[in-house]
């Protein structure tokens, strides 16, 4: 693509690119592959160097959700083999937060199955985050589902630096993947996080059958809210959810799509999340070179890549794990 260096200037000149521009990375010819991943990398290496900060998740109440959302396994039509159990207990995210730190993550996140948490549900992790900060200085995220005003509150003056609430999908898209709350449900949760003085980490899911429009809108969407993080989460089809086997994604597809995010968004924290395993194959090392940040072990109720074999992954490709507790994105 000869518009290349032309898309990377105006990325680190903070100059937006058109929607008609970020369809043309998005459908990049597979031949000009490796031209596209250096002009990303150019960004990375610009404000995060060859770094890489590790994530560490918790599933911390798995099933039993009342919410239709279509990709999870954990959905009211889902009929996964999960394991379902309530809130775990402030002893249990304490080890869990433990194991992140041991694992050099950067942050350690709790994240609960369900529709929004009861109130006693945010009392119980705020119990369990302010024993973790007496401990440790770890990075704190939650993934709650939809908070109001005073839960959001609650959870910063217990100490949580950040919320993860992804906005998933296009804003047009979003009744295709779940129809019993809305995009704008989702925004107010994230409104709320932001006035309490939270943290933002939002992105999406993508192989949910979206086009590029909706891959683009939801990129715009993104740079408007302007979030902390950017997670990628690539669909992990589970068997007895309704998108198992609908649309299955390739990993250079996958890597297109992060490096069109990447150049929309040069200055946050991109990660790629969920579901990496699975579609990046034999290719995770090269979304490296658009990515700054992985999720190791474990995801909610998929497996992920074991935090040793991330750490090799790392190593052999010539960047370094990064733990800076106390400045967590890149400098705007």
Avoid at 322 to 331: D, G, I, L, M, R
């Amino acid at each position: 693509m000869t518009d290349l260096i032309d898309f990377t200037d105006r990325a680190l000149a903070d100059e937006c690119l058109t929607k008609t521009e970020s369809l043309a990375i998005l459908q990049t010819p597979d031949d000009q592959l490796l031209d596209l991943v250096g002009a990303a990398y150019r960004i990375r290496r610009t404000y995060f160097g060859n770094t890489v900060r590790l994530q560490m998740l918790l599933n911390a109440k798995s099933g039993a959700c009342q919410e239709d959302c279509h990709y999870c396994s954990q959905s009211s039509v889902s009929t996964a083999d999960i394991d379902r159990y309530a809130l775990v207990s402030p002893k249990d995210m304490l080890q869990g937060a433990r194991r992140a730190a041991e694992a050099k993550a950067q942050r350690f996140c709790v994240v609960i199955s369900g529709r929004s948490p009861l109130d006693r549900e945010v009392s119980q992790i705020s119990a369990a985050v302010r024993q973790i900060k007496e401990e440790m200085p770890i990075q704190v995220c939650c993934s709650l589902g939809l908070l109001n005003e005073g839960q959001a509150k609650e959870l910063k003056a217990a100490g949580v630096d950040r919320i993860n609430h992804n906005l998933n999908t296009s804003e047009a898209y979003h009744t295709e993947i779940c129809t019993t709350h809305s995009y704008a449900d989702r925004m107010t949760t994230l409104k709320n996080a932001r006035a309490a003085g939270l943290e933002l980490c939002s992105g999406g899911i993508i192989g949910m059958g979206e086009s590029d429009e909706d891959l683009i809108d939801l990129a715009f969407s993104l740079r408007d809210l302007d979030p902390d993080s950017i997670p990628l989460n690539m669909l992990h089809p589970v068997p007895g959810t309704p998108f198992d086997g609908k649309y299955p994604l390739t990993p250079l597809r996958c890597i297109k799509i992060m490096c069109m995010f990447r150049f929309l968004h040069p200055r946050r924290e991109l990660r790629a999340a969920g579901g990496r395993e699975w579609n990046l194959r034999s290719l995770q090392p090269l979304a490296l070179y658009v990515a700054d940040s992985l999720f190791v072990d474990g995801y909610l109720t998929t497996p992920g890549q074991p935090a040793a074999e991330v750490q090799n992954m790392i190593q052999d490709l010539g960047f370094t794990v990064e733990v800076n507790y106390q400045e967590t994105t890149a400098s705007a």
